[in-house]
């Protein structure tokens, strides 16, 4: 096979979308030109608990312009029960029921919305509307929270998840082990912040059909949820999402801002808009906050004898959300003594969301600071203590790896960082008046594939269009579609057009969790191969036998052609074979299911990526600030389908990474009840200044059992672990431990 000519799997090929997106021809959900459209300017409560006594619309409704006012009082009809408003990641609990009654559950939750002729008129009177409370005591300090802590019994309504097994005696262990370490470790909240915030157009069609353009994770997953919640019949509800200003998890289940906009559409029978505004974006969910006491015991040799963990995250009173937290050290790491427990602590906010890479890159990255304490303590490099401990299968489940090429991507990296020059001496590194740290940390993260369907259309002028209802929340997916399209069927990038983010298109689940490109890349390789298939079929039909006696195995696909692979005949255009067989398109639909290709089921095999990252950081030893001045992230993730997207999304994880390490915070005003840097002038994130250096490895790992293209996913494990090698390095410049994230000034000044 001529594998050099094809342009597929493995091209770094620029964004097919690209170009579309920095001109601004891609629409977002906030810019569809429609006919005839309102705009809902969200009014947001200002106690975190109690109810509505009163709302005086009367100021705001003498406004020129404003059409009507909606909120609990005269909202239209909608679904009672709580079974009616799950979404496709829904959480034990009660959904949250936008305008549902007087209820006030915290902050910010939208309670009215005032719609208008124009945005202006809308927005000036909802500063208007007089609204009454009445109060209650109310808590959102995680610390007092800690009081509430529970764990909701499992297998009930109100649990989805299994708290970590257990194995040996791990206190004993502990109690008995050479060198040991306890400590707490604290991640603050953190709020997601993408570029584009929530938004939704609801086009009133008029004929009891309502398109409804939508910043979400999956166009499917809230067509159903909006049909079920309003009644409205899923046949007529089409969902868009074909561009997604960024997501990291906000938009994976519906958002309140859609809740609104079709109530209103639905209300006044005509076309609405509502946007939330930037304070708005921290009035739903966020990272937990997570407080994490890990203990470990090792021998002299630093061999891990006891690995602990204990957690606690936090939620709403009305959603129980859970993650993942402690497993992760226990899966990475050998320990023949393992125990953990889990908590959740309710308080009066939005509940908490999944949040890129939700449960490891807390979980992760704070053991990760706790392993480093530990090969202090044994006095053995952080390197080489990762090594003595390294775990060739999954340490939690012991089932085995489908692939773990971690040992390569620690020493690939640590090859390129120049480890073996560091000094392990703490503050034994300066240059002026900066005081240079180096340290490092592992990641992981799930290699997850889920169902989902394509199709495929070839055109008689050599066209190709396939198709897909998955989101591209920037990761990649259109691109990632076409050149997997590309590499099967031997067709040009440019002949090639994907399309997405539109419920109408085949199924697909929400867009997360890392299993885009391996789920869509397998159904849409699938739906090619049918074509192929097809054409060769109507190949053989033509009277002159371009192919001879060869067999489907025999050919490949390549440059629009199909050809011997022996090179026996002349190379056979594909729009050849369409005039020849009178077709005017070639159409396929498949399914990519868990299972399918010789996959093996996830109870037999763990399925994960990997990584290791190493950091350099330079920290002004009067002033304290830090800067991080390098990184080389050695990933280990299966297949890389396109190195460059591929490469992009590791930045993207590293950056948020140094955020989680250095700003992201959300601070809770406990007398009010609020977050209280709702903007982008106090919620600190990395901005250009911030980054430097960022190196990024992909090491080499085939693996014919994870996915069917042997594909483990990116968008997440690049933010995994990063924090923990930024604070490490730190540790190394200062001697200063920092045990919670983010390591601002203050705590560096102790
Ligand atoms: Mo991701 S938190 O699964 O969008």
């Known amino acids: 096979m001529n594998a050099s000519t094809k342009i597929g799997i493995g091209t770094p090929l620029s964004r097919v979308d690209g170009v579309d997106k920095v001109t601004g021809a891609a629409p977002y959900a906030a810019e569809y030109n429609v006919a005839n459209l309102l705009y809902g300017v969200t ?145 603050a909240p953190e709020h997601h912040n993408p570029m584009e915030m929530h938004a939704t157009t609801v086009e009133w069609h008029g004929d009891g059909k309502v398109t409804v353009y939508d910043k979400n994770q999956g166009s499917q997953g809230v067509q159903a949820y909006l049909a079920s919640a309003f009644g409205l019949g899923k046949k007529n509800v089409r969902v868009v999402n074909a561009y997604v200003g960024g997501g990291f ?35 739903h969910g966020y990272r937990p906050e997570c407080t994490y006491t890990v203990k470990l015991g090792a021998e002299h040799t630093g061999k891990l004898t006891s690995i602990m963990g204990d957690a606690t995250t936090s939620t709403s009173r009305f959603e129980n959300n859970m993650e993942d937290i402690v497993t992760w050290g226990m899966m990475n790491y050998a320990s023949p003594n393992i125990q953990g427990e889990y908590a959740i602590a309710p308080r009066d906010t939005y509940t908490s969301a999944d949040m890129r890479a939700p449960g490891a890159a807390t979980g992760l990255t704070l053991f990760e600071i706790a392993i480093d304490e530990m090969a202090y303590k044994a006095k053995v490099d952080p390197l080489e203590f990762r090594l003595i401990n390294y775990s060739e299968v999954d340490g939690m489940n012991e089932t085995p790896f489908t692939s773990k090429a971690l040992r390569e991507a620690y020493k690939e990296g640590a090859e390129r960082f120049g480890w073996d020059q560091r000094n392990p001496e ?194 002004d030893e009067e002033l304290n600030q830090v800067r991080v001045t390098r990184i080389v992230n050695a990933v280990a993730a299966g297949r890389i389908i396109n190195p460059k997207t591929a490469r992009s999304q590791i930045l993207g994880g590293v950056t948020m990474g140094i955020g989680m390490a250095l700003h992201e915070e959300t601070f809770a005003d406990a007398r009010l009840g609020r977050w209280m840097n709702h903007s982008f002038a106090e919620y600190h994130i990395p901005a250009q200044a911030d980054i430097h250096d960022i190196e990024v490895i992909f090491v080499d790992e085939p693996d014919a059992e994870v996915t069917p293209l042997g594909v483990k996913g990116l968008g997440e494990i690049g933010i995994v672990g990063t924090a923990a090698a930024v604070a490490n390095a730190i540790y190394h410049a200062t001697g200063t431990r920092v045990r919670s994230l983010p390591i601002t000034i203050d705590k560096l000044m102790g």
């Not at 008129?121 to 509307?129: D, G, H, P, T, V």
């Not at 938009?251 to 930037?278: C, D, F, K, N």
């Open 426 to 619: 703490p503050r034994s590194m300066k240059e002026g008046r900066e005081l240079i740290g180096w340290g490092m940390a592992t990641g992981m993260w799930d290699a997850q594939f889920s169902k989902t369907a394509a199709s495929a259309k070839l055109s008689a002028n050599g066209h190709l269009e396939v198709a897909c209802a998955t989101s591209d929340i920037g990761t990649g997916t259109y691109t990632v579609m076409v050149q997997v399209a590309a590499d099967t069927l031997g067709i040009a990038p440019e002949q090639i057009t994907a399309k997405l983010g539109d419920s109408d298109l085949p199924t697909a689940p929400v867009e997360g969790g890392s299993w885009g490109a391996a789920s869509t890349g397998a159904a849409v390789q699938l739906a090619c191969e049918t074509i192929a298939k097809k054409l060769f079929k109507a190949a053989g039909k033509m009277d002159s036998k371009p192919l001879g006696d060869a067999k489907f195995e025999d050919v490949e696909f390549v440059e629009g052609t199909i050809r011997r692979k022996d090179a026996g005949g002349q190379p056979l255009a594909l729009t050849e074979v369409m005039r020849a067989s009178e077709f005017t398109v070639i159409e396929a639909e498949e399914t990519a299911s868990p299972g399918i290709g010789g996959m093996i089921s996830m109870a037999q095999k763990s399925r994960n990526t990997h990584s290791a990252i190493f950091c350099e950081v330079r920290v």
């Open 43 to 187: 009014v947001s409560s200002r106690i975190a608990k109690g109810k509505i006594t009163a709302i005086d619309e009367a100021a705001a409704r003498a406004v020129p312009g404003v059409v009507d006012i909606l909120s609990h009082a005269n909202r239209p009809k909608q679904a009672w029960l709580d079974r009616s408003w799950k979404d496709e990641l829904s959480i034990p609990g009660e959904p949250f029921k936008a305008f549902h009654d007087a209820q006030i559950l915290f902050a910010g939750q939208p309670i009215a919305v005032v719609v208008a002729e124009t945005f202006e008129a809308a927005r000036f009177a909802a500063s208007l509307l007089e609204v009454t409370y009445e109060g209650e005591a109310h808590n959102i300090n995680f610390e007092a929270s800690l009081a509430e802590k529970f764990l909701p019994k499992p297998g009930s309504r109100r649990n989805n998840y299994h708290p970590p097994k257990s194995r040996g005696d791990a206190q004993a262990a502990f109690n008995e082990a050479a060198v040991s370490h306890e400590a707490t470790y604290h991640l």
């Open 249 to 283: 998890g906000s938009g994976l289940r519906p958002q309140w801002q859609v809740q609104v906009a079709t109530m209103a559409a639905i209300q006044i029978e005509r076309s609405v808009r509502v946007v939330m505004t930037r304070s708005q974006m921290f009035t």
